[in-house]
Each structure stands twice: as C-alpha cells, then as structure tokens.
C-alpha cells in the first residue's frame, strides 16, 4: 500500500472511531436524564417498536464496535496475507487496495449508521427511515462497485497458465460464500419468525397472526412466502454448483469463472433482500437493476472469453 492510500487508510479509519466514540459520549451525556426503560429499536416507519432497559442504549455502540473491528481485522489480513490469487504481482497489490478501501468505506457508513441510530436513541425521536434506506442504499452501492472493480482487477492480471483444477482460492471462496451468507440468512429469519410481524399493535392483534408486513405490495401476506426467496436462492446454487463441479472436470476455465461469480452475486444480493424481508423494508428497485446488470456483464464475459 503507497503512501497515499495508506493516509487515506488511517483518515477514514479514525473517522470511523472518531463517530462512534462522539455518539456514545452524546449519549452518556444523556443517561441521568432517562427514565428505567426507553425506547431503543425502530418499526419501518421509524417509530419505536421495542422498549426496554436503558442499557440496551448501548447495543448501537457495540454492534458498530465489533462491525468496525471486523473490517479493520479484515483489512489488516488483506494487507499483510497473499490474497492467493493467481495474478501479476502488480495485480495483487492492485486487488489488495481495492479491497481494503471498499472496506474502509463500508467502516465509514457503517458507523454512520450506527451512530445515526445512536442519536435518535439518545434523543428518543423517530428515526428518519429514509435516510437510513438511503445509507443502506450506499453501502450496497459501494460493495457493488467494490465486487466489479475487484473482478475487472483480476480479469486484467491474471495469470492464464492456470487450468480450471488450479482455481484456487477464489474458486473455493466463490463456492463457500453464498452458502455461508444463505445459512446466515436463513438464522435470521428463524431468530425472528415469531416477532414478525413487527409492532406491539400487529404482534398483539390475532387477526395479524401468520402474517408479516411485505412493504413492496403494502399489504400484509402469509408469513411462509417469506420461505420462497430461500428455496429461489438454493436452487439456482445447486444448479450452478452442478455446472461448476461440471466444468472443473472439463477443465473449462470460462464456465468455471462464470459460474462462481453467478453463485457470488446471487448468495450477495439475495442475503440483502431475504434481510430487507425480515425488516419488513421494501426490496429497492436499484438492488434489482444493480443485480441483472452484473449478471447479463457476466455473461458477456464468458461469451467473449469463450470464445
């Protein structure tokens, strides 16, 4: 990492903390003021849908923390590891900075969230849903453009002495990823199947019983197709897993590529709306576009590096 990337590096992580830290002070400042229980979480339309202990005023503070620790973590790998891929040593260095400033900005937003979240708490407002939609937004945005710009990097310095049975370590990633990222979607769907929907004026009605909020029909609908992402999302793994094992045995490095980055795109973008689902949060018609554009460049990219 040159030196000007490494100031960048350092500006946006002490930015990152600097946030935090401002808000958690904000919000102490506050605590002799608050009654035992506040309100400390938020329903789609930004008013409080749980009330709990004051302490709880503090989950904002530590789930940045550890988001931001595990970015920094993440990027101090990247930095001192070999990413393992098979590109110019040029490449590398190249993949590695993308990388590690898509974290950083990431580290940004997210404590901009959080900290957003902080205030409201600390202030006991309704919090401005749209403008956490749209920071949301940016943080897709930003590992969108991230993802392209990695994968653009590696197209360009690739060393092409390698067969499809030496993938490597991206090939295994590209395997591993939308499996973790499913099994981690389908945690949170069970951790809050039985609160959905959410708010005590929905949770505590028997005719909402079954149902949860889906915001892109604005009408509430039977709970279980919230379950049909998931089976979309597993089936279209398994069948790009069968082309994958497939073409590794063919040693056809074109579908091999294709198919990982199919697999990748979609374990990303269908976390994201499974989550947005559970969330109540209409699925944003950019994350749709964003998703259909990578797959269609994707595919580009196999017919011409087919041929």
């Known amino acids: ?36 229980e506040i309100g400390i979480h938020f329903a789609p339309d930004g008013q409080y849908d749980v009330i709990a202990s004051k302490f709880y005023g503090f989950y904002p503070h530590v789930a940045g923390g550890i988001a931001i620790a595990g970015l920094t973590f993440s990027g101090y790998l990247i930095h001192h590891k070999k990413t393992g891929l098979s590109v110019s040593e040029k490449g590398e260095q190249l993949f590695k900075t993308e990388l590690c400033l898509t974290l950083d900005c ?53 060393i092409r002495k390698q067969t499809a049975e030496k993938s490597g370590v991206s090939h295994r990633l590209c395997r591993l990823i939308p499996w973790m990222l499913t099994a981690a979607g389908i945690l949170i769907l069970l951790v809050s199947w039985e609160r959905l929907p959410h708010g005590e004026e929905f949770e505590n009605n028997p005719d909402y019983y079954g149902l949860v ?33 497939k073409a590794v045995k063919a040693q056809k490095t074109a579908l091999i590529s294709l198919t990982d980055r199919l697999k990748l795109v979609i374990g990303i973008f269908f976390f994201w709306w499974n989550f947005l689902l559970v969330q109540e949060l209409p699925v944003g018609i950019m994350s749709s576009v964003l998703f259909f554009c990578l797959c269609i460049l994707f595919l580009i990219l196999y017919f011409k590096s087919k041929k």
Not at 113 to 133: C, E, H, K, Y
Not at 214 to 243: G, H, M, R, T, W
Request: hydrophobic letters at 60%; zero cysteines; glycine letters at 2%.
């Open 106 to 158: 990431l580290s940004v937003l997210l404590s901009i969230f959080f900290s957003f979240w902080s205030r409201t708490v600390s202030l006991q407002i309704p919090l401005d849903a749209n403008f956490m939609g749209n920071l949301v937004s940016i943080m897709l945005i930003v590992s969108v453009i991230g993802i392209v710009s990695e994968i653009v990097t590696y197209q360009k310095y690739k």
């Open 213 to 245: 909020y889906f915001a892109n029909f604005n009408a509430f609908l039977v709970k279980s197709l919230l379950l049909i992402p998931y089976i979309v999302n597993s089936i279209l793994l398994v069948i790009l897993e069968i082309f994958s094992v």
């Open 1 to 36: 990492m040159n030196k000007k990337i490494s100031v960048i590096h350092h500006i946006l992580f002490f930015f990152s903390i600097f946030l935090l830290a401002a808000s958690l002070v904000f919000y102490l400042s506050k605590w002799s003021s608050y009654p035992e």
